[in-house]
């Protein structure tokens, strides 16, 4: 007995294909009834099993479809997802450099700001001090010049007269000649 139903449908062919031809006729032939029915048995017989692992197969192969399918749509979803994460990143890096930028802007334009305040509060303070200098300066003038003339008419009072006084003839200082 044959094992599979193609080597059966073979056999089959083979039979019809070898038959002695009926008279008088082209397309018929004579075949063992017997033998032909058996073979068919045959051919039947082996069909549930074939067409069972055929279907079997089938099944495999939908499976296996629909397993690649859920990996690919889970690689998809995967690849999305990190491509999100990415571009996330990406905008917060974006935005962090973006706040350290106007951070870095802010503190420049405070920097120059303290500068410049600084620079008025000490060109105020020195001007000022000039001012008070220049006032003691003017007041210790007045002061020497009241002290000379106190000095001169001390001297005058007592010598009558003259630079020279009852010191031995010693002369006075006059800061007004230096």
Known sequence: MASGVEELLDMLFEMIDEAKRV???NDKCQIERDQALDLIDDIRSQFPMELTEARKMMARRAEMEAEAKRKAESIVRAAEERAKQLLASDTIALQARQRANDMMRQAEER????????NEYCEDALRRTEEAVSEAYNEIK????RFRAAAAATVNNTT??????AAGGRTMYDADRD
């Open 111 to 118: 920097s120059r700001e303290l500068k410049r305040s600084a």
């Open 23 to 25: 008279p008088l006729s």
């Open 142 to 145: 007045q002061s020497r010049s």
């Open 160 to 165: 009558g007269g003259g630079a020279q006084g």
